[in-house]
């Protein structure tokens, strides 16, 4: 059965691992043991058990409170449960894959679910497989060109970014039956980290790219209409930051025209209203640094997740914190609404 509601901040004991702020007013947070949900953007908090051991192997997916899709890695296999009553009750799938897994993400649009999953490898490879479902129950395994972002398309496309160097971009049609590399024309030969395409429509999209320029990172965005069949660059800012290769500046994609980017050390918030032809710079407020990912909802609602290493003497007795910061002035000032307990590094 479901655990209490509980008003935030919400107080965890496992690690975040995941978040997603999916509207003004639905939201959920994965931790190792447990799914919590809000219908508030976080004011009060509903947390489910989840099946299977406490693990930090987890991903998690939902489009709205009642259905949730959790994996989990178990060894050599992969575990997918989903929930269509809130988390009361699971079944699920295990899946095979013929690699160790390594790293799994989700994706959902309507009836179509997709699990990209990552082998373990070094650095130099980009080895994952694709499984696929439309009814929830029967999954259909594919051979995935490259690792990292994945976003699907109802009723059969599906979207992949990353690559050994985070700058590929494949598309299929089929599902994964076959793929086709999309150009990105001047951006793919640049040092760039490509992010998830954010699919507004079967047609139009846009992902958030890090340009890893020096001596600071710019974060551009390509906007797709045809599907993700070509892109083309619509705006870059430069940020008060340097990231290295592979590493992404938090930003996110609220709509076809407005558009966000923050720093990873949290004290600015860049926005674009106008589809990338200027960008505002504003200081960020009540933000701890280490800032993991963006979530921008609305003009004015978002969730900040962050990653909070701090130590008590020099670099011995190190802790990390992980939580949610959410913003409802347009990402000026923050307030925590998920925070973990501290974890000994």
Request: glycine letters at 10%; one cysteine or more.
């Amino acid at each position: 059965m479901p655990w209490p509601s509980s008003t935030g901040p919400r107080s965890v004991s496992g690690e975040v691992l995941d978040a997603a702020l999916v509207s003004e007013t639905f939201g959920w947070v994965v931790t190792q043991d447990e799914l919590l949900a809000t219908s508030d953007a976080g004011e009060t908090w509903h947390a489910v058990p989840l099946p299977g051991p406490s693990t930090p192997q987890r991903a998690a997916a939902a489009l709205d409170p009642q259905r949730r899709w959790v994996t989990t890695i178990l060894g050599a296999t992969v575990r997918i449960d989903h929930a269509d009553d809130e988390g009361s009750t699971w079944s699920g799938s295990t899946l095979s894959p013929q690699g160790p897994p390594g790293t799994v993400t989700l994706a959902i649009d309507g009836g179509l679910v997709a699990a990209l999953v990552q082998q373990m490898t070094s650095s130099q490879f980009s080895i994952a497989e694709l499984f696929v479902t439309v009814d929830g129950v029967n999954w259909s395994r594919y051979e995935a060109p490259v690792a990292s972002s994945l976003a699907v398309i109802a009723p059969g496309t599906v979207l992949i970014a990353g690559g050994a160097e985070t700058n590929e971009l494949w598309r299929s049609e089929t599902l994964g039956t076959d793929w086709q590399r999309v150009s990105l024309g001047d951006r793919g030969a640049e040092s760039i980290t490509l992010g998830a395409p954010r699919m507004f429509s079967q047609t139009d999209g846009v992902p958030p790219v890090t340009l890893n320029t020096e001596p600071r990172s710019q974060v551009a965005f390509l906007v797709t209409t045809d599907g993700g069949k070509s892109w083309c660059r619509a705006g870059r800012v430069t940020v008060d930051a340097s990231t290295g290769p592979g590493v992404r500046v938090p930003a996110a994609v609220t709509s076809p025209r407005r558009w966000f980017a923050i720093e990873p050390g949290g004290a600015s918030v860049y926005r674009a209203d106008n589809a990338g032809r200027g960008f505002g710079q504003e200081r960020a407020s009540s933000l701890p640094q280490g800032v993991a990912d963006l979530h921008a909802a609305s003009d004015s609602v978002a969730w900040a997740r962050t990653w909070i290493g701090s130590c008590r003497q020099g670099k011995t007795d190190c802790w990390l914190t992980t939580g949610v910061f959410r913003s409802r002035d347009g990402r000026r000032s923050r307030q925590p609404v998920v925070v973990s307990n501290p974890k000994p590094l």
